[in-house]
């Protein structure tokens, strides 16, 4: 096997630990044949519990839905039809978004088609409806039925009509009948998850390697906030603000990514060249970090964005899908290649699986750390920029103890801390573990103290399982 | 909810609804806009009625308004404003905290009966102490023409809001300093880390110092002597007045776009009478 050399350091063959043809052995090395599913079925304890919560949470906010748009519209009409003759008048209330004029427009053209009288069609806010009953009432018309949805039957307005509008008589509110769905499972929500957690799964690529090199990067949160700052500031001094363009936001956005890259090198290069442990270096530019933030942007939020910026945070692209998850996935997919099919990848295992073996074996340590590190970096800056694209703006406040959240995933996930081994898609179902917890308590209305206490307990919770299932798993290899 | 002075508004937000059989969810985004922004999303998917805010930076939250705006939710914001021009915000109910700074200053003159040297334990970051430290900084000089008056501000520096932060940087005006006379902090957090500070370097009698907010550990210090006074701030009031407006807007009611609440100077016979403090 002729291993790709990253640094000019030739292999130390005559001290290495050698096979019987003289080819240097990697430690813990990469069973062959990976691919995604045989990944995600190693991983299936932990597929199996993000399938167990999301059960868990749907059962719990299974809740009444309404039916919106053109549907509910012409179920609203029909419904008018079964109760009120031919000829009552219908006033039609919904609210001035989109989704509600489909609903008005259908509810109008069924009516109407039937024969019925429309005395109004209001398009707005509450305030719309009452003015539409007060002209009814001041043309001395009447009004037999409104036809709302359920989110403008909910009006205080249309309440004890009788008292408020003696004139109008008694009118009935119609509305669409409920049918019921767990909340967590809509689509909107499910995507909200993908897109809360897209960041930090991001950041947790980078953290992956990190961890499975036996290192910890802590600088990630703040390098958030400095990329977030150092982006927008480029935008609003050199690109023109408001009126950036496409490609000028762009090469902002890389600088603020090349800055954290930059950092995270530095980082990589006092951990190799002086020793000086991970979570030192990291700790001290988790300050640098975060105190170039406050000094780029004097402590202030920038914000003065176009429009076009958020494209990348909250932009959908594909199908639906926001832009940043398809990143996300993109991310997660290249990170997979190279962990399990690429060299990089074993030399990363190998520095995290036995150091000093690794070095033995020819495996270019420094190399594979300073790359480690300048990746997580960079990572981190692009969580940055996602994150000032999904806020439109960048603040030297952002991403503070997102480190935690970052290592949370990864841990969860089923990497050791004590490094050598870890998968990347264990990360991204980490990432997701956490998200779909503090989507569905916040879907369920668990208050943000008792939130913190539950988050800390799974963490806690996927070691504990991760660990017995580990002793579990060497057990029957050494059997074997 | 870290801060007691949101959990009341929270509070008080949720049994004043409950009053009109509405349910309230109160979720904390401990100053994270990010962390905020999901919350809004979370709410639009469970398409509540109306959104409270107070939002945990006046810029970036513009677009999670805006996306609840985009849903059809009615957003009303409570102490802290939304400075998004583009985002839709029904109606906003804060402290009138220019007319408190005022306040602040009334209290500072007569504490010292009229001379001395003043510092101001400041907070920058926020928009709203920036109208306190303003307010103080203006009535100071009204009443300052006054003949016989002569309150100077020798120090401004900011103290973070916080009791860790204003303990450490009072301590460092008192050597820059040592012939003070007075300390306005801008909150009740800032004013017990400056008495701290005082009480350390044996100033506690020769400073006087006047806070802001009003929260029970305030209180207890103004009745206890330790501070002069505070501009107390109603969270009680905000939180029932945001719901009166949600439902006068629910209601089909024009709704005032800003509405203020005044504060209250609050001294130590105030202290003595309160009964929330026995």
């Known amino acids: 096997m002729a291993l790709p050399s990253l640094s000019s350091q030739p292999p130390t063959g005559s001290t290495g630990q050698l096979d019987g043809e003289g080819k240097p052995t990697l430690p813990r090395k990469q069973r062959s044949g990976s691919n995604v599913f045989k990944r995600l079925a190693s991983d299936y304890g932990m597929v199996f519990a993000l399938l167990l919560l999301g059960a868990f949470f749907s059962w719990q906010t299974w809740a009444p839905q309404q039916p919106v748009g053109t549907g509910a519209g012409e179920q609203v009409a029909n419904l008018v039809r079964k109760s009120f003759p031919k000829g009552s008048r219908v006033l039609v209330a919904a609210r001035g978004i989109p989704e509600d004029h489909a609903f008005a427009t259908a509810a109008e053209r069924t009516l109407k088609a039937n024969g019925y009288e429309i005395a109004e069609v209001v398009r707005g806010a509450p305030i719309d409806a009452r003015h539409a009953l007060q002209r009814a009432i001041d043309g001395k018309q009447k009004v037999d039925v409104i036809a709302a949805n359920s989110a403008s039957a909910g009006w205080v307005i249309f309440q004890n009509l009788g008292t408020k509008f003696p004139a109008l008589g008694n009118v009935l509110v119609v509305s669409p009948t409920t049918y019921h769905w767990p909340n967590f499972l809509k689509t909107d929500n499910l995507l909200n998850i993908a897109n809360q957690i897209a960041v930090i799964a991001i950041i947790a690529i980078g953290m992956t390697m990190v961890i499975i090199t036996g290192g910890i990067d802590l600088s990630v949160g703040s390098l958030i906030a400095l990329s977030a700052v150092v982006a927008t500031l480029f935008i609003t001094k050199a690109a023109g603000a408001e009126a950036a363009s496409a490609f000028g936001m762009t090469w902002c956005c890389l600088g603020g990514i090349a800055m954290c890259a930059a950092l995270g090198f530095f980082s990589g290069v006092m951990i190799t060249l002086f020793s000086i442990p991970p979570f030192i270096v990291t700790l001290a530019m988790m300050l640098v970090g975060s105190g170039l933030a406050y000094l780029f942007s004097q402590g202030q939020s920038i914000y003065q964005m176009p429009e076009s910026f958020v494209w990348l945070g909250r932009g959908t692209a594909f199908a639906g899908i926001p832009n940043s998850v398809v990143l996300m996935l993109v991310l997660y997919l290249i990170a997979h290649i190279v962990m399990s099919n690429m060299s990089l990848g074993r030399y990363i295992y190998a520095v995290g699986g036995n150091r000093e073996a690794a070095r033995l074996s020819g495996v270019p340590v420094v190399a594979v750390l300073l790359i480690v590190y300048t990746l997580s970096g960079a990572l981190a800056g692009l969580g940055g920029v996602v994150t000032a694209s999904q806020l439109k703006s960048g603040s030297p406040n952002y991403g503070q103890m997102y480190e935690l959240y970052v290592i949370a995933a990864v841990v969860v996930g089923g990497t050791s801390l004590a490094g050598g081994e870890g998968k990347i898609f264990g990360t991204l179902i980490g990432a997701l573990i956490i998200a779909t917890i503090q989507n569905g308590m916040n879907l369920t209305g668990v208050e943000s103290y008792t939130q913190k206490v539950v988050l800390g307990l799974v963490i806690l919770g996927a070691v504990l399982f991760d660990r017995l299932k580990h002793r579990g798993l060497f057990r029957f290899r050494r059997k074997a | ?278």
Do not use: W
Not at chain 2, 179 to 184: E, K, M, S
Not at chain 2, 196 to 206: S, T, V
């Open chain 2, 1 to 278: 909810m870290n801060n007691p002075f949101f959990k009341e508004i929270a509070d008080n937000i949720e049994m004043a609804a409950k009053a009109h059989n509405y349910s309230v969810i109160a979720t904390s985004a401990d100053f994270d806009v990010a962390k905020q922004q999901n919350q809004i999303k979370d709410f639009i998917v469970k398409k509540v009625s109306a959104i409270v805010l107070c939002p945990a930076d006046s810029k970036a939250i513009g677009p999670a308004i805006r996306e609840a705006n985009a849903a059809g939710i009615p957003v009303f914001t409570a102490d802290i404003a939304s400075l998004d021009p583009q985002a839709k915000v029904v109606a906003h109910v804060a402290t009138n905290n220019l007319e408190g700074g005022r306040m602040a200053a009334d209290a500072m003159v007569e504490a010292l009966g009229g001379k001395g040297n003043v510092a101001i334990l400041d907070h920058p970051e926020v928009e709203s102490v920036l109208l306190r430290t303003k307010g103080f900084e203006e009535r100071l000089a009204e009443l300052n023409k006054k003949p016989g008056n002569d309150v100077k501000v020798v120090a401004k520096l900011a103290g973070g809001g916080d009791k860790a932060k204003s303990f450490k940087v009072m301590q460092d005006i008192i050597q820059s300093h040592p012939d003070l006379n007075g300390v306005f902090a801008i909150n009740d957090p800032s004013a017990l880390g400056a008495r701290a500070a005082l009480e350390n370097a044996g100033k506690a009698a020769q400073v006087k110092i006047i806070g802001f907010d009003g929260q029970p550990e305030g209180k207890k210090a103004i009745k206890d002597g330790k501070i002069y006074a505070d501009p107390i701030q109603f969270p009680d009031k905000i939180g029932s007045k945001v719901v009166e407006l949600i439902f006068q807007y629910l209601d089909g009611n024009e709704v005032a776009k800003q509405t203020l609440i005044q504060t209250a100077l609050y001294r130590q016979a105030d202290g003595a009478k309160d009964a929330s403090l026995k």
